[in-house]
Structure formats: C-alpha cells, structure tokens
C-alpha cells in the first residue's frame, strides 16, 4: 500500500505504451513534477520506481546503497553480458568485488590512465590535423563524427592494443556494431515486463533476432582480439600493457581469484566498449552545444586558455588543464545541464527498505534520473540557465558527495571510468577552444539548436551539432 504514486495506466499493460524511448529523461522529468520526487511506474508486471531529487538520490545511494545495489537481469544486458559475466550488469557479489577491482588496477587506476596520455595525445593531435583540414577546404565540421573516431582509437588502442584504419571498413563496421548495440541494449524487450508471452513477441516482432545477430558480431570482435594477443608473432602498436595483454596474464599465471576463462574476458571488454567510448563522445558534444548556445561563456573560457597558453604553445597538455579552473567548470556546468548518462543504470533492491518515506520491496528496479537531480529547483539557482560560475566557489566534484551533481552514478556502482571520462573531456575541449573558432554555419541562429536526443543509455544529441571552423586569430 505504502508505495511511490503512479501515474494512470491502462490495464494489464500499465504505463508501458505512455512513453517513447527518445529524450526519456524529459518525459520522466516532466512526471515528476506532477507526481514528486518519487513515483513508481507499472510496466506490464513489473513496478519500477524513478528517483528525482538529491536528497532521494542520496537515500538511495549512500544510506541504502547496500540494499540497493544490484543490477536488475534484462533481456538485453544478461546476453551482451554473457549472462551477468561483466561488471555493469553483474550482482552485488564476489565476482563483481573482483572484476571491478581488477578492472581498476589494471586499466582505470589513476596511475594507468596517466600512463596512456601519450595515445591520448597523439589521437588528440590527429582530430586537429583532421579539422585543420576542414578548415582548410570550408568544410562544414560534424563533431560526432570526429570524436567517435577519437575516442573510439583511444580506447581501442589502450584496452585491445589494436587501431582501425583511418577510412578504413573495419572501423565504419565498428562503428555501426557500436550503433546498434547501444541501440540494442536500452530497448524495450517485452520479455522483461511479461514473463513467457513476452519472450514470444520478442522472438515475433524480429527483436530477438537483432539482438542474437549484434551478439554474434561482438564475440566474434572479441575473440579476434584474444587470438590476436595470443598470437607470438603480434607485433605491439606500444609499451605499454594493454588490458587484454593482463587479463591473459592473469589467466596464465593463475593469480586471479577466480577462474577466468575467454568467457569472462569477453564481457569486461564489452563493459569497456560499450561505456567508454560514447560517454565522452556525448560529454563534448553537449559542451561544445551549450558553449554555441552562449557565447559569453565560450568567449570567456577562450580567452582564459589563450591567455594562459597562447605565447608559443600549439597543444595544451594534460599538465596544462589543472591551470584552467573555467574550463574545468563549464565542463560540470555542461554535465550538470546535460548528464552524458542521465538515467542512471538500473539498481535492483537486494532487500526490502524505506525511500523518501515509501516502503520498496526486495526486488524493485530502481532509476536515479540525473536530468531531473541536475535540475533540482532547492539546489540550483535558475536551474535552467548555463552559468558555469556557479562551479567556481564551492566544492561540488563529480564523486557525488552532496549527490546534487551525479554524472558519474555514486554509491558502490559509481563510474568506475571517471578519470578516465574526464581527463579525455578535458584535453580535447581545451584544445579545440584553444586552437579553433567556432561558428555556426550560414542561415543557422542559436536559437535553432536543438536539444533532441537519441534513445539509449549515452544519451546522443538527435540531430548532429555540425559547425564552421576558423583557424584562432
Ligand atoms: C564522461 C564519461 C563517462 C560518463 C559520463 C559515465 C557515466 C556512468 C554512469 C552514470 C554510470 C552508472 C553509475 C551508477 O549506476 O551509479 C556508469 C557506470 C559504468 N561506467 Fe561509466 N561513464 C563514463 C566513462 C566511462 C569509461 C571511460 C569507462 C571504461 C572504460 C566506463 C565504464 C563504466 C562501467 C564498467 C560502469 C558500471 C559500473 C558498475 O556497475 O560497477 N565509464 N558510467
């Protein structure tokens, strides 16, 4: 009875038919203002429960984060997971205490991610090459584009020790497969909400289909690269370690404590592809669309780097960026008015507990919509406005301390790619800012831009943010 309200459904189906998948943290956010900072949905027989506030999201991240941790079993993710294998979608048990663990060790400690910045910066140096060729031929520069090809080279070639030609077909083709597995993975199955009539339609409507054939297409990416690294002939694209090279080190030598099979090592790749590369890709877009949207912001984060670094330098450096406390606000700021990831993922309750005063059952899935924390009317003035100043006195990190700034996630299930995520954001926007001036092309006014966005997790912005670039004055 004591259960968050719920918006009026139809019966048997619930509210499954009131939404559409695109710019879903819109429509919930809009929910909940008529219905609170907590309300709950029935979809199909499933009840799940959104999460609006800071003050709820911190109930549920810290006090209850233990009772609160899990990952809810959907269709989608148990199968790209290898049934749970992977560290995004597994249990709050031993096996994810390991692999998350590992993970961080060797791939996303600090120490790890400082050691790739000479790939981070090379991979930088191409993009400006590429977009000094745009401005060399007045060619109209497609933002996503460019920085998938980044990103998607950075971690490529840190996690898989491998690098996809330029122009190649093997990268259009991941590219595509990186597509529609996102696409895959937040769609609707109707197994998750009608048990066995479900799977049916599933298998009917051709869904399943889609989703075994990207199964298909992924292993078979993953199983190139381990044969590639078991290969004694390999030749390394560097030094240094890249994850594959110890996770087989690992399996070898017997020191994980857990058996490791390729069955194991498959997902964690997944987890790898799947959430490094389009959140930072997301991150910068959105930035680079609100920093358009208003230019006393993008003018003065200009003049803030071209006045620190101008004399002489042509790249800025990782080094550089802790000297640029704008830019470091106006990405916060951007994540803050566009969290990369504004649904957080799914928790599933291990154990009934008490949320905002509502009694939640064991078993509940459970979202925390960033969108709606973000802009929370008690915590942030005019919520709705740009104004990255507000990050310039206080303390507010990404870590979700006082949870009014989640981008990340918080909890035991925060982001364990933070650095990660961030020193990449922070390298390339400071030298596109430093190097570029940016216009919209002919005929387009701010107003025009839009913020529709893509379904999926990483939330993409629909229609491509495509600007004039001018070599800096
Ligand atoms: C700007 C970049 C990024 C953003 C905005 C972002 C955002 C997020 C968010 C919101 C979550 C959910 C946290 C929660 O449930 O509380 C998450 C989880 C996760 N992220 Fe990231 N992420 C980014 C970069 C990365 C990178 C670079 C990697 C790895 C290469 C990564 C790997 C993961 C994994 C494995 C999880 C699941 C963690 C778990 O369940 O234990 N992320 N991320």
């Avoid at 090809?149 to 595509?176: D, K």
């Avoid at 895959?184 to 009608?194: G, K």
Wanted: aromatic residues 10%; hydrophobic residues 40%.
């Amino acid at each position: 009875a004591n259960f968050p309200p719920c918006p009026k459904g139809l019966p048997f189906f619930g509210n499954i038919f009131q939404f559409n998948s695109s710019s879903l943290c819109l429509q919930l956010y809009e929910l909940s203002k008529q219905h609170g900072p907590i309300f709950s949905l029935q979809l199909g027989l499933r009840k799940i429960v959104i999460i609006s506030s800071p003050k709820l999201a911190q109930e549920l991240l810290k006090t209850h984060d233990l009772e609160c941790c899990n990952r809810p079993s959907l269709t989608s993710s148990m199968k790209f997971s290898y049934n749970g294998l992977d560290m995004a979608s597994s249990p709050y048990k031993d096996y994810w205490r390991h692999t998350r663990k590992f993970s961080i060790i060797h791939y996303l400690s600090f120490k790890r991610v400082s050691n790739f910045s000479s790939i981070r910066k090379h991979e930088t140096t191409l993009l400006m090459k590429k977009i000094e060729n745009h401005v060399s031929c007045s060619k109209v520069t497609n933002l996503h584009e460019l920085l998938t090809c980044l990103t998607s080279a950075i971690v490529c070639r840190t996690a898989f020790g491998r690098r996809f030609e330029e122009e190649g077909v093997e990268r259009s083709m991941f590219h595509g497969m990186l597509q529609e597995a996102q696409e895959l993975i937040i769609s609707n199955f109707y197994s998750d909400y009608f048990p066995f009539v479900g799977g049916i339609i599933d298998k009917l409507n051709g869904m399943m289909g889609r989703l075994e054939k990207m199964f298909k297409d992924l292993d078979e990416f993953y199983q190139n690269v381990i044969d590639e690294h078991l290969d004694p002939q390999r030749k390394k694209l560097g030094d240094e370690e890249d994850f594959i090279d110890a996770l087989l080190q690992l399996k070898n030598d017997g020191s994980f404590s857990m058996d490791l099979s390729h069955v194991h090592i498959k997902p964690l790749m997944m987890n790898i592809i799947l959430a490094g590369i389009d959140t930072s890709v997301a991150t910068i877009v959105w930035a680079m669309t609100a920093l358009m949207k208003n230019p006393r912001v993008m003018k003065k984060v200009q003049e803030e780097i071209r006045n620190k670094f101008g004399d002489g330098k042509c790249f800025i450096e990782e080094d550089n960026i802790q000297k640029l406390p704008y830019l470091k606000a106006v990405i916060k700021e951007a994540m803050r008015l566009y969290p990369p990831v504004p649904l957080l993922l799914p928790r599933e309750t291990i154990k009934k507990c008490s949320i905002g005063g509502y009694k939640i059952p064991e078993k509940t899935l459970v979202y925390v919509n960033a969108w709606a924390v973000h802009r929370d009317p008690k915590t942030w003035n005019e919520a709705e406005e740009f104004y990255p100043e507000r990050f310039l006195e206080g303390e507010i990190d990404f870590r979700g301390c006082g949870f009014e700034l989640i981008p990340f996630g918080g909890g035991r299930r925060i982001c364990p790619g933070l650095h990660m995520g961030i020193i990449t954001v922070e390298l390339v926007l400071a030298n596109l800012l430093f190097s570029f001036d940016w216009e919209l092309p002919q005929g387009v006014k701010r107003e025009d831009i839009d913020i529709l966005m893509l379904p999926g997790y990483t939330q993409h912005k629909k229609n491509p943010l495509c600007l004039v670039t001018k070599r800096r004055v």
